[in-house]
Protein backbone atom coordinates (compact mmCIF):
# COMPACT_ATOMS: atom_id res chain seq x y z
CA UNK A 1 0.00 0.00 0.00
CA UNK A 2 1.35 3.38 -0.78
CA UNK A 3 2.66 5.83 1.77
CA UNK A 4 0.59 8.44 0.94
CA UNK A 5 -2.25 6.32 2.68
CA UNK A 6 -0.56 5.74 6.06
CA UNK A 7 -1.75 7.64 8.92
CA UNK A 8 0.31 8.56 12.24
CA UNK A 9 -0.29 10.22 15.38
CA UNK A 10 3.12 12.97 15.27
CA UNK A 11 2.03 16.68 15.26
CA UNK A 12 2.73 18.50 12.30
CA UNK A 13 2.72 22.08 11.53
CA UNK A 14 2.23 24.62 8.91
CA UNK A 15 5.20 26.89 8.51
CA UNK A 16 5.98 29.56 5.48
CA UNK A 17 9.72 28.76 5.29
CA UNK A 18 9.05 25.32 3.61
CA UNK A 19 6.42 27.00 1.22
CA UNK A 20 9.40 30.39 0.26
CA UNK A 21 11.57 26.81 -0.42
CA UNK A 22 8.84 24.53 -2.50
CA UNK A 23 9.68 23.64 -5.93
CA UNK A 24 7.52 26.54 -7.74
CA UNK A 25 7.46 29.23 -5.25
CA UNK A 26 11.27 28.82 -4.71
CA UNK A 27 13.55 32.02 -6.40
CA UNK A 28 10.33 34.16 -7.04
CA UNK A 29 9.29 37.28 -5.38
CA UNK A 30 6.58 36.97 -2.39
CA UNK A 31 4.74 40.05 -1.33
CA UNK A 32 3.71 40.54 1.87
CA UNK A 33 0.04 42.02 2.63
CA UNK A 34 -1.28 43.90 5.53
CA UNK A 35 -4.33 43.18 7.16
CA UNK A 36 -6.56 45.65 5.84
CA UNK A 37 -9.34 44.77 3.87
CA UNK A 38 -8.16 46.66 0.73
CA UNK A 39 -4.31 45.21 0.82
CA UNK A 40 -5.07 43.29 -2.45
CA UNK A 41 -6.60 46.43 -4.36
CA UNK A 42 -3.31 48.47 -3.29
CA UNK A 43 -0.71 45.43 -4.34
CA UNK A 44 -2.32 45.39 -7.67
CA UNK A 45 -2.16 48.72 -7.85
CA UNK A 46 1.51 48.68 -7.02
CA UNK A 47 2.44 46.16 -9.61
CA UNK A 48 0.35 48.16 -12.43
CA UNK A 49 2.79 51.47 -11.30
CA UNK A 50 5.48 49.21 -12.26
CA UNK A 51 4.24 47.31 -15.30
CA UNK A 52 6.78 48.69 -18.31
CA UNK A 53 5.28 50.33 -20.81
CA UNK A 54 5.85 47.42 -23.21
CA UNK A 55 3.58 45.06 -21.08
CA UNK A 56 1.35 47.50 -19.70
CA UNK A 57 -1.89 46.00 -21.46
CA UNK A 58 -1.53 42.23 -20.06
CA UNK A 59 -3.77 40.79 -17.66
CA UNK A 60 -2.27 39.15 -14.30
CA UNK A 61 -2.99 37.04 -11.71
CA UNK A 62 -2.39 37.19 -7.85
CA UNK A 63 -2.40 34.20 -6.06
CA UNK A 64 -2.12 34.56 -1.75
CA UNK A 65 -0.07 31.78 -0.25
CA UNK A 66 -1.73 33.07 2.67
CA UNK A 67 -5.29 31.68 1.71
CA UNK A 68 -4.05 28.25 0.75
CA UNK A 69 -1.99 28.11 3.97
CA UNK A 70 -5.24 28.55 5.83
CA UNK A 71 -7.46 26.29 3.84
CA UNK A 72 -5.62 23.69 4.46
CA UNK A 73 -5.66 24.75 7.85
CA UNK A 74 -9.63 24.95 7.73
CA UNK A 75 -9.48 21.74 6.16
CA UNK A 76 -7.12 19.58 8.56
CA UNK A 77 -9.73 21.24 11.50
CA UNK A 78 -13.01 20.14 9.88
CA UNK A 79 -12.30 17.29 8.44
CA UNK A 80 -9.47 15.50 10.35
CA UNK A 81 -9.52 12.10 9.26
CA UNK A 82 -9.62 13.04 5.11
CA UNK A 83 -6.54 12.92 3.24
CA UNK A 84 -6.65 16.04 0.86
CA UNK A 85 -5.55 14.68 -2.75
CA UNK A 86 -6.11 17.89 -4.75
CA UNK A 87 -7.67 17.71 -7.86
CA UNK A 88 -5.09 19.12 -10.32
CA UNK A 89 -7.38 20.18 -13.28
CA UNK A 90 -8.63 22.85 -11.32
CA UNK A 91 -5.87 25.17 -11.46
CA UNK A 92 -2.46 23.37 -12.66
CA UNK A 93 -0.17 26.52 -11.26
CA UNK A 94 3.16 25.11 -10.37
CA UNK A 95 3.14 27.63 -7.45
CA UNK A 96 0.17 26.47 -6.22
CA UNK A 97 0.79 23.16 -6.50
CA UNK A 98 4.34 23.74 -5.00
CA UNK A 99 2.48 25.46 -1.70
CA UNK A 100 -0.14 22.80 -1.43
CA UNK A 101 2.87 19.45 -1.52
CA UNK A 102 4.59 21.63 0.94
CA UNK A 103 1.67 21.52 3.42
CA UNK A 104 1.17 17.46 2.90
CA UNK A 105 -1.44 17.83 -0.04
CA UNK A 106 -1.55 14.54 -2.14
CA UNK A 107 -2.61 14.98 -5.53
CA UNK A 108 -5.76 13.66 -8.15
CA UNK A 109 -4.20 13.32 -11.34
CA UNK A 110 -6.39 12.81 -14.56
CA UNK A 111 -3.94 12.66 -17.78
CA UNK A 112 -0.59 11.78 -18.43
CA UNK A 113 0.31 15.66 -18.48
CA UNK A 114 -1.29 16.38 -15.05
CA UNK A 115 1.27 13.32 -13.55
CA UNK A 116 4.37 14.99 -15.50
CA UNK A 117 3.35 18.44 -13.94
CA UNK A 118 3.47 17.36 -10.19
CA UNK A 119 6.11 14.88 -10.39
CA UNK A 120 8.27 17.50 -12.16
CA UNK A 121 7.96 19.15 -8.48
CA UNK A 122 9.78 16.79 -7.16
CA UNK A 123 6.72 14.88 -5.69
CA UNK A 124 7.08 11.34 -4.80
CA UNK A 125 4.82 9.13 -7.19
CA UNK A 126 3.22 7.30 -4.29
CA UNK A 127 1.33 10.68 -3.46
CA UNK A 128 -0.63 10.40 -6.52
CA UNK A 129 -3.96 8.82 -7.64
CA UNK A 130 -4.82 8.46 -11.10
CA UNK A 131 -8.57 9.27 -10.42
CA UNK A 132 -9.65 9.09 -14.12
CA UNK A 133 -12.32 5.96 -14.57
CA UNK A 134 -11.35 5.89 -18.54
CA UNK A 135 -7.77 6.59 -19.88
CA UNK A 136 -5.94 5.76 -22.72
CA UNK A 137 -3.52 2.80 -23.12
CA UNK A 138 -0.22 5.13 -23.45
CA UNK A 139 -1.27 7.56 -20.47
CA UNK A 140 -1.57 3.91 -18.54
CA UNK A 141 2.04 2.72 -19.63
CA UNK A 142 3.18 6.11 -18.80
CA UNK A 143 1.41 5.94 -15.30
CA UNK A 144 2.83 2.34 -14.75
CA UNK A 145 6.65 3.57 -15.66
CA UNK A 146 6.63 6.00 -13.43
CA UNK A 147 5.01 3.89 -10.64
CA UNK A 148 2.06 5.80 -10.08
CA UNK A 149 0.04 2.48 -8.99
CA UNK A 150 -3.80 3.39 -8.17
CA UNK A 151 -6.34 4.48 -9.89
CA UNK A 152 -10.25 3.84 -10.65
CA UNK A 153 -12.59 2.15 -12.95
CA UNK A 154 -15.87 1.42 -13.53
CA UNK A 155 -16.08 -0.78 -16.41
CA UNK A 156 -14.69 -4.12 -17.22
CA UNK A 157 -13.10 -2.80 -20.20
CA UNK A 158 -10.98 -0.25 -17.92
CA UNK A 159 -10.34 -3.50 -16.18
CA UNK A 160 -9.09 -5.26 -19.22
CA UNK A 161 -6.77 -2.44 -20.09
CA UNK A 162 -5.19 -1.83 -16.73
CA UNK A 163 -4.37 -5.94 -16.52
CA UNK A 164 -2.89 -6.20 -19.85
CA UNK A 165 -0.65 -2.62 -19.66
CA UNK A 166 -0.44 -1.96 -15.63
CA UNK A 167 -0.84 -5.03 -13.86
CA UNK A 168 0.63 -3.78 -10.24
CA UNK A 169 -1.45 -1.02 -10.67
CA UNK A 170 -4.34 -0.99 -7.39
CA UNK A 171 -7.81 -0.16 -8.21
CA UNK A 172 -10.78 1.76 -6.71
CA UNK A 173 -14.08 0.92 -8.14
CA UNK A 174 -15.69 4.21 -8.86
CA UNK A 175 -19.77 3.98 -7.80
CA UNK A 176 -22.40 6.11 -8.78
CA UNK A 177 -23.88 8.06 -5.90
CA UNK A 178 -27.80 6.74 -5.38
CA UNK A 179 -29.34 10.50 -4.47
CA UNK A 180 -29.01 13.22 -6.93
CA UNK A 181 -27.44 16.01 -4.92
CA UNK A 182 -29.03 18.47 -7.21
CA UNK A 183 -24.57 19.60 -8.35
CA UNK A 184 -25.07 21.46 -11.33
CA UNK A 185 -21.99 19.64 -12.55
CA UNK A 186 -23.36 16.49 -12.19
CA UNK A 187 -20.74 13.70 -13.05
CA UNK A 188 -22.90 10.49 -12.06
CA UNK A 189 -23.80 11.22 -16.32
CA UNK A 190 -20.35 10.44 -17.39
CA UNK A 191 -18.99 7.93 -14.24
CA UNK A 192 -19.84 5.80 -11.77
CA UNK A 193 -20.70 1.65 -11.77
CA UNK A 194 -24.59 1.33 -11.15
CA UNK A 195 -25.51 -1.07 -7.99
CA UNK A 196 -26.45 -4.03 -10.37
CA UNK A 197 -23.05 -3.22 -12.37
CA UNK A 198 -20.72 -3.44 -9.40
CA UNK A 199 -20.83 -7.31 -8.63
CA UNK A 200 -19.39 -8.00 -12.14
CA UNK A 201 -17.11 -5.46 -11.95
CA UNK A 202 -15.88 -6.62 -9.14
CA UNK A 203 -15.78 -10.37 -10.16
CA UNK A 204 -13.69 -9.10 -13.35
CA UNK A 205 -10.99 -7.57 -11.42
CA UNK A 206 -10.78 -10.89 -9.29
CA UNK A 207 -10.31 -12.76 -12.53
CA UNK A 208 -7.91 -10.30 -13.93
CA UNK A 209 -5.90 -10.81 -10.57
CA UNK A 210 -6.08 -7.24 -10.17
CA UNK A 211 -6.62 -6.26 -6.25
CA UNK A 212 -9.30 -3.40 -5.77
CA UNK A 213 -8.36 -1.61 -2.52
CA UNK A 214 -11.35 0.40 -1.99
CA UNK A 215 -14.34 2.52 -3.55
CA UNK A 216 -14.74 5.75 -5.04
CA UNK A 217 -17.21 8.20 -5.92
CA UNK A 218 -18.58 12.04 -6.48
CA UNK A 219 -21.78 13.64 -5.92
CA UNK A 220 -21.45 16.34 -8.23
CA UNK A 221 -19.43 20.14 -8.36
CA UNK A 222 -21.04 23.49 -8.26
CA UNK A 223 -24.14 23.47 -5.01
CA UNK A 224 -24.51 20.27 -4.49
CA UNK A 225 -26.50 18.95 -1.56
CA UNK A 226 -24.36 17.68 0.96
CA UNK A 227 -26.33 15.40 2.68
CA UNK A 228 -26.43 13.10 -0.22
CA UNK A 229 -23.19 11.93 1.39
CA UNK A 230 -25.21 9.90 3.85
CA UNK A 231 -26.49 7.99 0.87
CA UNK A 232 -23.01 7.92 -1.14
CA UNK A 233 -20.87 6.37 1.49
CA UNK A 234 -23.78 3.73 2.63
CA UNK A 235 -23.95 2.95 -1.42
CA UNK A 236 -19.41 2.67 -0.91
CA UNK A 237 -20.18 0.18 2.80
CA UNK A 238 -22.15 -2.00 0.68
CA UNK A 239 -19.61 -2.69 -2.12
CA UNK A 240 -17.05 -3.43 1.04
CA UNK A 241 -19.71 -5.51 2.25
CA UNK A 242 -19.92 -7.35 -1.23
CA UNK A 243 -16.41 -7.63 -1.62
CA UNK A 244 -16.20 -9.35 1.40
CA UNK A 245 -18.72 -11.92 0.76
CA UNK A 246 -16.89 -12.74 -2.87
CA UNK A 247 -13.76 -13.30 -0.61
CA UNK A 248 -11.76 -10.73 -2.41
CA UNK A 249 -8.94 -8.96 -0.06
CA UNK A 250 -10.03 -6.66 2.59
CA UNK A 251 -10.42 -2.91 1.12
CA UNK A 252 -9.27 0.07 3.24
CA UNK A 253 -9.26 2.75 0.85
CA UNK A 254 -12.45 5.21 0.54
CA UNK A 255 -12.48 8.21 -1.82
CA UNK A 256 -15.27 10.46 -1.42
CA UNK A 257 -14.14 12.92 -4.51
CA UNK A 258 -14.31 16.74 -4.89
CA UNK A 259 -17.26 19.60 -4.85
CA UNK A 260 -15.67 21.17 -2.03
CA UNK A 261 -16.49 25.17 -1.99
CA UNK A 262 -14.72 26.98 0.78
CA UNK A 263 -16.79 29.08 3.76
CA UNK A 264 -19.84 28.12 5.15
CA UNK A 265 -20.82 25.45 2.45
CA UNK A 266 -17.61 23.74 3.68
CA UNK A 267 -18.54 23.54 7.29
CA UNK A 268 -22.54 22.51 6.54
CA UNK A 269 -20.35 19.46 3.82
CA UNK A 270 -18.07 18.56 6.79
CA UNK A 271 -20.66 17.86 9.24
CA UNK A 272 -22.40 15.57 6.76
CA UNK A 273 -19.19 13.57 5.75
CA UNK A 274 -18.40 13.05 9.72
CA UNK A 275 -22.02 11.67 10.49
CA UNK A 276 -21.57 9.32 7.77
CA UNK A 277 -18.39 8.55 8.16
CA UNK A 278 -19.02 7.18 11.27
CA UNK A 279 -22.21 5.86 11.04
CA UNK A 280 -21.05 3.38 8.29
CA UNK A 281 -17.42 3.01 8.77
CA UNK A 282 -17.08 4.28 12.61
CA UNK A 283 -16.67 0.38 14.29
CA UNK A 284 -14.35 -0.46 10.58
CA UNK A 285 -10.36 -0.58 11.59
CA UNK A 286 -7.68 0.39 9.16
CA UNK A 287 -10.45 2.55 7.30
CA UNK A 288 -8.10 5.78 5.39
CA UNK A 289 -10.58 7.88 3.49
CA UNK A 290 -9.30 10.64 1.19
CA UNK A 291 -11.03 13.23 -1.11
CA UNK A 292 -10.39 15.19 -4.57
CA UNK A 293 -10.82 18.80 -3.45
CA UNK A 294 -9.85 21.46 -6.13
CA UNK A 295 -12.23 24.38 -5.97
CA UNK A 296 -11.66 24.33 -2.03
CA UNK A 297 -8.34 25.32 -2.51
CA UNK A 298 -7.88 26.81 -5.57
CA UNK A 299 -10.81 28.91 -5.85
CA UNK A 300 -10.67 32.18 -3.04
CA UNK A 301 -6.43 32.55 -3.80
CA UNK A 302 -6.52 34.01 -6.79
CA UNK A 303 -7.31 37.02 -8.37
CA UNK A 304 -7.58 38.67 -11.74
CA UNK A 305 -6.51 42.00 -12.73
CA UNK A 306 -7.51 43.27 -16.39
CA UNK A 307 -7.29 46.37 -18.09
CA UNK A 308 -9.39 48.50 -19.71
CA UNK A 309 -8.52 48.98 -23.17
CA UNK A 310 -11.72 50.10 -25.37
CA UNK A 311 -14.63 52.30 -24.12
CA UNK A 312 -17.76 53.50 -26.06
CA UNK A 313 -20.62 55.32 -25.00
CA UNK A 314 -24.50 55.07 -26.23
CA UNK A 315 -26.13 57.58 -23.80
CA UNK A 316 -26.46 56.61 -19.97
CA UNK A 317 -24.90 52.97 -20.97
CA UNK A 318 -21.01 52.48 -20.55
CA UNK A 319 -19.67 50.09 -22.64
CA UNK A 320 -15.91 48.44 -21.67
CA UNK A 321 -13.44 46.33 -23.36
CA UNK A 322 -11.16 44.69 -21.24
CA UNK A 323 -7.80 42.18 -21.93
CA UNK A 324 -9.33 39.21 -21.07
CA UNK A 325 -12.62 37.42 -21.26
CA UNK A 326 -14.66 34.39 -21.43
CA UNK A 327 -12.10 32.62 -24.00
CA UNK A 328 -9.20 33.35 -21.30
CA UNK A 329 -9.43 33.13 -17.67
CA UNK A 330 -12.88 34.40 -17.46
CA UNK A 331 -14.52 31.13 -19.44
CA UNK A 332 -15.67 30.22 -16.01
CA UNK A 333 -18.74 32.39 -16.59
CA UNK A 334 -19.76 30.16 -19.20
CA UNK A 335 -18.07 26.94 -18.31
CA UNK A 336 -18.57 27.03 -14.40
CA UNK A 337 -22.14 27.64 -13.27
CA UNK A 338 -21.14 27.85 -9.74
CA UNK A 339 -19.61 31.13 -10.42
CA UNK A 340 -20.78 34.63 -10.02
CA UNK A 341 -18.02 36.95 -11.88
CA UNK A 342 -17.68 40.42 -9.60
CA UNK A 343 -15.61 43.38 -9.92
CA UNK A 344 -13.78 46.35 -8.19
CA UNK A 345 -12.56 49.47 -10.56
CA UNK A 346 -9.33 50.71 -9.84
CA UNK A 347 -8.90 54.05 -11.43
CA UNK A 348 -5.02 54.18 -12.87
CA UNK A 349 -6.11 56.31 -16.16
CA UNK A 350 -4.38 60.24 -15.67
CA UNK A 351 -7.75 61.49 -17.88
CA UNK A 352 -9.95 61.26 -14.36
CA UNK A 353 -10.54 64.62 -12.74
CA UNK A 354 -9.62 65.11 -9.14
CA UNK A 355 -12.98 66.29 -8.56
CA UNK A 356 -14.86 63.81 -10.15
CA UNK A 357 -17.91 62.18 -8.26
CA UNK A 358 -16.77 58.45 -7.86
CA UNK A 359 -20.00 58.07 -5.98
CA UNK A 360 -21.92 58.35 -9.47
CA UNK A 361 -22.24 55.10 -10.99
CA UNK A 362 -23.59 53.56 -14.73
CA UNK A 363 -25.26 50.89 -16.14
CA UNK A 364 -22.12 48.68 -17.77
CA UNK A 365 -21.15 46.16 -20.49
CA UNK A 366 -17.78 44.82 -20.10
CA UNK A 367 -16.67 42.96 -23.03
CA UNK A 368 -13.74 40.64 -23.39
CA UNK A 369 -10.88 41.31 -26.17
CA UNK A 370 -11.75 38.72 -28.92
CA UNK A 371 -13.88 39.72 -31.93
CA UNK A 372 -16.91 37.35 -30.85
CA UNK A 373 -20.20 38.66 -29.75
CA UNK A 374 -20.52 35.76 -27.48
CA UNK A 375 -17.16 37.38 -25.01
CA UNK A 376 -19.49 39.53 -23.09
CA UNK A 377 -18.15 39.29 -18.78
CA UNK A 378 -20.30 41.38 -17.49
CA UNK A 379 -24.45 42.96 -18.40
CA UNK A 380 -26.48 45.53 -16.84
CA UNK A 381 -23.57 46.01 -14.10
CA UNK A 382 -23.16 49.60 -12.35
CA UNK A 383 -19.43 50.82 -12.26
CA UNK A 384 -18.39 54.16 -12.00
CA UNK A 385 -17.04 56.27 -14.98
CA UNK A 386 -14.09 54.47 -16.58
CA UNK A 387 -11.64 55.60 -18.99
CA UNK A 388 -8.77 53.62 -20.79
CA UNK A 389 -6.11 52.42 -18.79
CA UNK A 390 -8.14 51.99 -15.80
CA UNK A 391 -8.19 48.72 -14.28
CA UNK A 392 -10.79 46.18 -13.04
CA UNK A 393 -9.86 43.56 -10.34
CA UNK A 394 -12.31 40.41 -10.08
CA UNK A 395 -11.87 38.41 -6.95
CA UNK A 396 -12.56 34.28 -6.52
CA UNK A 397 -10.40 33.05 -9.83
CA UNK A 398 -8.85 30.73 -9.17
CA UNK A 399 -10.86 27.79 -10.10
CA UNK A 400 -11.22 26.12 -13.82
CA UNK A 401 -10.35 30.12 -14.94
CA UNK A 402 -6.49 29.51 -16.65
CA UNK A 403 -7.19 25.70 -16.79
CA UNK A 404 -9.89 26.01 -19.08
CA UNK A 405 -8.79 28.62 -20.98
CA UNK A 406 -7.61 29.24 -24.61
CA UNK A 407 -5.85 30.87 -27.57
CA UNK A 408 -8.63 31.57 -29.38
CA UNK A 409 -7.49 35.13 -31.75
CA UNK A 410 -4.29 34.89 -30.38
CA UNK A 411 -4.70 36.14 -26.92
CA UNK A 412 -3.04 33.18 -24.42
CA UNK A 413 -4.42 32.59 -21.75
CA UNK A 414 -1.20 30.23 -20.86
CA UNK A 415 0.71 33.37 -21.03
CA UNK A 416 -0.92 35.09 -18.31
CA UNK A 417 1.37 36.12 -15.47
CA UNK A 418 0.75 34.98 -11.53
CA UNK A 419 2.24 37.61 -8.79
CA UNK A 420 2.56 35.44 -5.51
CA UNK A 421 1.78 37.38 -2.00
CA UNK A 422 1.01 36.05 1.16
CA UNK A 423 -1.50 37.68 3.61
CA UNK A 424 -0.06 38.28 7.15
CA UNK A 425 -3.71 38.23 8.51
CA UNK A 426 -4.12 34.49 7.71
CA UNK A 427 -0.74 33.25 7.90
CA UNK A 428 0.89 32.26 11.07
CA UNK A 429 4.43 31.19 11.19
CA UNK A 430 3.26 27.66 12.99
CA UNK A 431 -0.12 26.63 13.13
CA UNK A 432 0.08 22.81 15.08
CA UNK A 433 -2.43 20.49 14.77
CA UNK A 434 -3.74 16.71 14.57
CA UNK A 435 -1.64 15.15 11.99
CA UNK A 436 -4.77 12.96 10.05
CA UNK A 437 -2.59 13.09 7.17
Not at 75 to 97: E, G, I, M
Not at 135 to 144: C, D, G, M, P, Q
Not at 170 to 177: F, G, Y
Not at 405 to 432: R, W
Request: charged share 20%; hydrophobic share 35%; proline share 5%.
Amino acid sequence: MPSIFAADDEPYSFSLNPILSASGVKGKPVTSLSQETDAILGYIQSVIHEKPETDDESPFMVLDLGVVMDLMHNWSRLLPTVQPFYAVKCNPNPSLLGTLAALGSNFDCASKSEIETVLSLGVSPDRIIYANPCKSVSHINYAASVGVNVTTFDSKEEVEKIRKWHPKCQLLLRIKPPQDSGARSSLGLKYGALPEEVPMLLQAARNAELTVIGVSFHIGSGGPDAKAYHGAIAAAKSVFKMASKLDMQKMHVLDIGGGFSSGTEFGAAAVHVNDALKANFGNEEGITVIGEPGRYFAETAFTLAAKVIGKRVRGEVREYWINDGVYGCLNCIINDSSVRVMCTPLRCSSKHEEDEDESKTYLSTVFGPTCDSLDTVLRDYRLMELELDDWLVFPNMGAYTTSCGTNFNGFSTSAIPTHLTYSTSVVQETILCSNQF
